[in-house]
């Protein structure tokens, strides 16, 4: 059976999904960094080699240096979520800069898809800055909110905004995980008014870098009453899709 | 996308292709060297014909161009739509020519922020404000914009020191059933599978006929209909059979804001039917002729106008039926410009329209003039494709 590639050039990382005989043999992950041709470089030096489709914010980059076919995220989250959650019909992708909302019918393809505003209000890098404004790492972000026995609200939803208003917060003397929590809620009612707009059929998928924070998906279930799965994996579900598509191709 | 055969002959074969304001500015310079003055405009509801009646050569203001923005947000808001911030950039940076050589500005209430960047520009030129009614269906509203055209008129003779006659609006009426008819013939060709046009095409050709007169124009069009025809008969069309049909709504597309139709084009798309007042809008309906009273039917035509200043603005989605009957899209995409309160809003009944009744996918737009967006607008029209 043929191997084939897919790349995921997204805003903050870069993933990379080797299929062959009906499996993924191999993912890996790196920063996209400011040179994402030489990052892509690296991650495919000695993997095996295949057809290869290529998704994400920087596929049109590569797309003459790999001399690769190149589809937009929605399709690859599609293709891709259906392989992870075969009765998949509804993804949430929060994303370095993107947050997508994709509802899929009965058979799997895409019915309605919604997208944040071209800002990055709710995204990944918004989380990121604020974890920054706190002190805090990532990882201690989700930690300090899952732990927090009250939420203090945070209405700003521009990243730079809500980086003031964060700091001035601290400045009231709000403790931190109420800070973190409340920043937590934020973006879950976001992401929740983004699925509103597609509509939500079970089941739903979570997935996206966002997807690997515990009190977000925790937020996003209990703002919905319903199950959320996230795979074990959520990164990389844009790039397996992209290697199923290159495997049907072949 | 491109034309299936190369060497395709410009639909306007001059020395200006896609260069659309070059072409209307060399032709206003020429009616002015004749001793025309230019009547400055920036909106589809100056009325035209009253203009043309008073002798004047009527000019589109620059709008479209994000260079003149950064000086504009020296005096208004960065949070204000980006044609209003525009427009007065060109005016304190004294680099719009066609203002330049404007001898009047026609203006209208239409949205809160011309309404009030007019009140800015006011001392540059003289300048007649028009109070658009906003309800068009009130029964006063007809009667209360023909007494705004005819003091529009009062403003310009005197102005101008010339006069307008009746009979002459009349003529002008007539002219401009003429040149819509005309431009409708040209736009048949878009609703042809695949069209035989390419958007930048439609949207030159459209520059041109908002200024020039019909008689001008005339040479023009035996031109584009002989190019046209020629298309036909060798089998030469833009883009591919399967390529999806696009149809653009909402705001003005010029300048650089027409990234929108580029990345449409980039990602597979072909722009059939341009639904704005910088595309055909101006041109899809005609003013009643012979009536006796030449200023109603001009008021009444341009009441008609389908903007989402007014409310309710039931026509946009009477109009938007003929269009999507006529071009048959396979999308319906919807370009507001960034703080464009009233296309935003109406954007949701836009959309719900389009998938409801027509049963066609939907993206709403919203952008300005940077090109800061384009990779995120890029990422939406691909997957709006991919979703067909």
Known sequence: MTTTLGLDIGSRTIKLVVWKSGATVMTRKALTSYDPIAVCRELLHDAPTGPLVATGYGRHLVKEYLRCETISEIKAFAVGARAVFPSCRTILDIGGQDTKAISLSEDGRIDKFHMNDKCAAGTGRFLEIMATALGLSLGDFMTEALAAETSHPINSMCTVFAESEVISTIARGIARPAIALGIHHAIAARAVSLLERVSITEDILFAGGVALNRCMHKQIENKLDRKVHAPADPQIVGALGCALLAAKNV | ?388
């Open chain 2, 1 to 388: 996308m491109k034309f299936n055969v190369t060497d395709v002959k410009p639909l306007i074969e001059d020395e200006f292709v896609g260069e659309a304001a070059k072409r209307a500015l060399q032709y206003i310079q020429t009616k002015r060297s004749a001793g025309m003055p230019v009547a400055g405009i920036y909106c589809g509801y100056a009325p035209m014909e009253v203009i043309r009646a008073v002798g004047a050569v009527p000019a589109i203001l620059c709008a479209f161009a994000n260079k003149t923005i950064a000086a504009a947000e020296a005096v208004l808001p960065a949070n204000l739509c980006p044609l209003i911030k525009s427009s007065y950039g060109f005016i304190i940076t004294d680099t719009c020519p066609f203002f330049g050589i404007s001898d009047a500005v026609v203006a209208e209430t239409t949205c809160d922020g011309k309404k009030k960047m007019f009140e800015l520009i006011s001392h540059y030129k003289p300048m007649f404000v028009m109070d658009l009614p906003q309800l068009p269906d009130e029964k006063e509203a007809l009667a209360n914009w023909a007494t705004m055209i005819t003091k529009l008129q009062g403003f310009l003779e005197k102005t101008f020191e010339k006069s307008a006659t009746p009979e002459g609006i009349e003529a002008e009426i007539k002219a401009t059933n003429i040149k819509n008819r005309l431009m409708n013939r040209v736009f048949d060709y878009a609703t042809k599978k695949p069209s035989l046009l390419k958007w930048s095409e439609t949207y030159e050709l459209a520059f041109l006929a908002q200024v020039a007169t019909t008689e001008d124009l005339q040479p023009i069009f035996q031109e584009v209909f002989k190019t046209l025809e020629e298309r036909e008969a060798k089998g030469v069309y833009y883009g591919t059979a399967s390529a999806p049909r696009v149809l653009v709504t909402g705001c003005p597309v010029g300048g650089d804001s027409t990234k929108v139709y580029k990345i449409i084009e980039e990602a597979g798309g072909v722009v059939v039917a341009m639904d704005s007042c910088t595309g055909m809008k101006p041109f899809m309906t005609e003013i009643e002729e012979n009536t006796g009273n030449p200023i109603a039917a001009v008021a009444a035509r341009y009441l008609q106008l389908p903007c989402s200043c007014m409310t309710p603005n039931t026509r946009r989605l009477d109009e938007l039926d003929k269009t999507i009957a006529r071009f048959q899209p396979d999308v319906v995409i919807e370009v507001v410009l960034h703080a464009c309160h009233s296309y935003n809003i109406e954007a949701y009944k836009i959309m719900n329209h389009a998938k409801n009744k027509h049963n066609l996918p939907y993206l709403k737009i919203e952008t300005d003039y940077s090109d800061g967006d384009v990779e995120q607008i890029r990422t939406r029209v691909e997957a709006l494709f991919d979703s067909l």
